[in-house]
DNA sequence: TTGTAGGCGTTATCAG
DNA sequence: CTGATAACGCCTACAA
C-alpha cells in the first residue's frame, strides 16, 4: 500500500516490451527504423502502462523542443486572437506546438518573456511589432533562436516579418475621413511609446492632416490602453473640446465600440453628430450599431504565413523574407460626412 | 570565426565566477545558504555571460516546475479573460508561472492537453467545469498531480474546486424574467455536451418555466456555440418561430449581444419588442445597447481563489476544499415586462 | 560554507 | 534492426 503514483518512464516501457529503451525511442520517434513486430509490441507496452513522454527530458535530449512562442500584448479582447489561432493551427499542422504569453501592453516585460519562453526551450519565437531594443534581438541571435514579427512591418527594417504597413494602412481611411468634408478630428490612439502599430497608425492620421492642409490639435488627440471603458471616457472628453469634433479615428475597433457605446449614452448620434471609425475589422466591428467603418486586416493569413516563415527558419530552409500584406478600408456605417 | 552560438551554463558560469556548478545553483535558488562573497562573485558572473538557466534542465533535476497549467474553453472570447488574469497574477505572487492552452471547446482535445501540460511538468492544473470522464481524473491521481475546478461547482461533487452554481445562479435571472409576465421564452443555450455550465444554465431556466407553470417548448431553444455570429444567427431563428417570444434567455453575455446587434438589424426594439438576458457580466455587457441584464459572476476572485487552493495542494498544505461563491444578477435595460 | 558525484528521462552515436 | 552508452543542464544529498 501507500505505493507512490509511480510515472512510467522509458525504462518501464522497455522492460514491459522486453526491448532497450533506444528501441522504444525509436518506435516513438521514427517508426519506420523499426520491424512491425518490435513496434506492435512497444505500442502495447505504451498503452498498458499509460506512458506519456516526459518533454523536458525529451527537449533537452533533442536539443529541441517542437514548440515555438509566441508574445502578444494582450488576451483581453479579440485583437489578436484571430491571427493567433491560425499561426497556431498551421503550426499543428507542421507537428510544432504553441506556446503563448502576453505581456499586457508593458513593452518592459517582454524581454522577460522572451527569456523565459527560450529558457523553456522554444524553437522560435513570434513576436508582435518591430518596437524592443536591440539587446533583445541580439540575445536570440547569440542563441540562435530564429523569430519573427507580426503585425507590422516597416520600410526598410530587415528582420524576417510578415505584416502590413500600419501607416499606410490607416491613411487612406484618414483621407476617406477627411474628403468626406470633416475639418475637426478628434484621435483616440493607442499608447504609443513602446508601440510601433499605434504610433504608425496615429502618425498616419497627422500626416493626412497637414497634407490636406489641417491643423493637428495636440489636445484633439488622446493615447490611452486598448479597451471598451477607455474608448468610452476618452470620448467623452474630446465631445467637450471646443470645436467638437465632427469625427473621432480610433486606433482600433475596441476603442471604436467604447466610444460608439458613450455616444449613444451621452445622446449623440452616430454618424449625424459624428463619425466613429476602428481599425483591425475585428469580429465586433460589424455587431456594434451602427456597423464600424474600419481598416480591415487579413489576420488569418498573416498567422498562416508567420507559421511558414517561422518553421522554415527553424528547419534550416529560406532566409530573411519581408512580407508584406494588403490592408483594405471596409465602409460600413459610422461614417458619413459631417452635419452642414 | 563561425563560433556556435554557445549557450552559457552553470557550468560555465562556475568557471567563470571559480566555483563549482553546485555552488552557482544555490546562489540562484538558496541565496540565504552562500556567503555574501561568493554570492556577489557568482552574481557578476551570471550577468556577465547573460546566463538564464535552462527551464527543462531545471525541472528535470528539482522534479517540480514552479508550473502550472490551466485548460480553458477559448480564448477568443473575454468570457475567461478577468478571472485567468487574476488566476495568473495569484499565482506569479506565489512564484509560479501559468500556461494555458485552450481546447476552443472540444471537450474530447481536452486529455491530450493535459496530457502535454503534465508531460511538460505542470505541477498542477486548473480545469473548468466537471465535466470530463473519470479516466482523466485516474490519470492526474495516479501522477500526483494536483488540480482544482473552476467555473463551477455541482452539489455533491467531491474534488477540490471554486466556483458557483451555475443552475441557482441562472434561476434567480429566469424567475425574475417569468414573474415579469413573459410567456414566450426563446433560449440560446451554449452547446451542452461536455459543458455542464451551458447545462445547468439550460437546466435552470427550464426548471423555472416548469415551476411557474410554463411548458418548455424545445423547439424554443437554440445550443449553439459561444460567439457573437451565433448569437445572431440563433435570434434570427428563434424570432420566427410562432409564437414569438417575448423573451430571449442567452447562456452568456457574447450570445447576448450577438442576439442584440441582430434584434436592432431586424427592427425589433430591446426590450420593448423583445427582452434579453445574458450571463457572465463581462466588460461587453454594459457596453452594448440597451445595457444587458446578466448574471454577474465573481471571475477575479475565483482566479485568485483558485491559486490559492492549487499552490495549497501542491506544496502539501490543506486538503480538498470546495468553495462556493456567489453570483448576483444585475438588472440593466435589456430586460422589462412583455408589451401587452 | 563549499565541493563531489549521482541521477532526472530522452535522444543520438556507434557498434553489433 | 537493435542495444549499449554517452551526453543534455541542473539539483541535491552527502562529504569535506
Not at 502502462?49 to 514548440?67: D, E, H, K, V, W
Request: proline share 5%.
Amino acid at each position: 500500500m501507500n505505493r507512490q503514483p509511480s510515472i512510467p518512464t522509458l525504462e518501464d516501457v522497455a522492460q514491459a516490451a522486453g526491448v532497450s529503451t533506444a528501441t522504444v525511442s525509436r518506435c516513438l520517434n521514427e517508426k519506420e527504423k523499426v520491424s512491425k513486430s518490435t513496434l506492435s509490441k512497444v505500442m502495447e507496452a505504451v498503452e498498458n502502462l499509460g506512458y506519456t513522454p516526459n518533454f523536458n527530458a525529451r527537449a533537452m535530449a533533442a536539443r529541441r523542443s517542437n514548440t515555438i512562442g509566441a508574445i502578444i500584448p494582450t488576451m483581453e479582447n479579440a485583437i489578436f486572437a484571430r491571427g493567433i489561432q491560425a499561426f497556431q493551427v498551421a503550426l499543428h499542422e507542421k507537428g510544432y506546438n504553441l506556446l503563448v504569453s502576453s505581456n499586457v501592453y508593458r513593452p518592459e516585460l517582454e524581454t522577460e518573456l522572451i527569456k523565459s519562453l527560450v529558457s523553456r526551450g522554444a524553437d522560435g519565437l513570434l513576436l508582435i511589432g518591430h518596437s524592443r531594443d536591440s539587446e533583445t534581438y541580439q540575445y536570440l541571435e547569440r542563441r540562435g533562436i530564429p523569430s519573427v514579427l507580426a503585425w507590422s512591418m516597416q520600410p526598410g527594417q530587415t528582420h524576417t516579418c510578415v505584416g502590413f504597413d500600419n501607416r499606410a494602412s490607416m491613411h487612406p481611411l484618414a483621407d476617406k475621413v477627411i474628403e468626406l468634408g470633416h475639418r475637426h478630428i478628434g484621435v483616440i490612439s493607442g499608447i504609443v511609446e513602446g508601440n510601433d502599430r499605434a504610433q504608425s497608425r496615429l502618425e498616419a492620421i497627422k500626416d493626412s492632416m497637414t497634407a490636406h492642409g489641417l491643423t493637428v490639435d495636440p489636445d484633439m488627440i488622446i493615447q490611452t490602453f486598448y479597451d471598451l471603458d477607455n474608448g468610452s471616457i476618452a470620448f467623452e472628453q474630446l465631445m467637450q473640446k471646443v470645436p467638437t469634433p465632427t469625427a473621432v479615428m480610433c486606433g482600433n475597433d475596441v476603442l471604436a465600440a467604447g466610444a460608439i457605446a458613450k455616444a449613444r449614452e451621452m445622446g449623440i448620434k452616430v454618424p449625424e453628430d459624428v463619425s466613429i471609425t476602428g481599425f483591425d475589422d475585428i469580429e465586433l466591428a460589424k455587431h456594434v450599431y451602427p456597423a464600424l467603418t474600419t481598416v480591415h486586416v487579413p489576420h488569418r493569413e498573416m498567422g498562416r504565413r508567420a507559421a511558414d516563415l517561422l518553421v522554415d527558419l527553424i528547419e534550416d530552409r529560406g532566409s530573411a523574407s519581408i512580407i508584406q500584406l494588403d490592408t483594405e478600408v471596409v465602409m460600413r456605417d459610422s461614417l458619413s460626412p459631417p452635419k452642414t
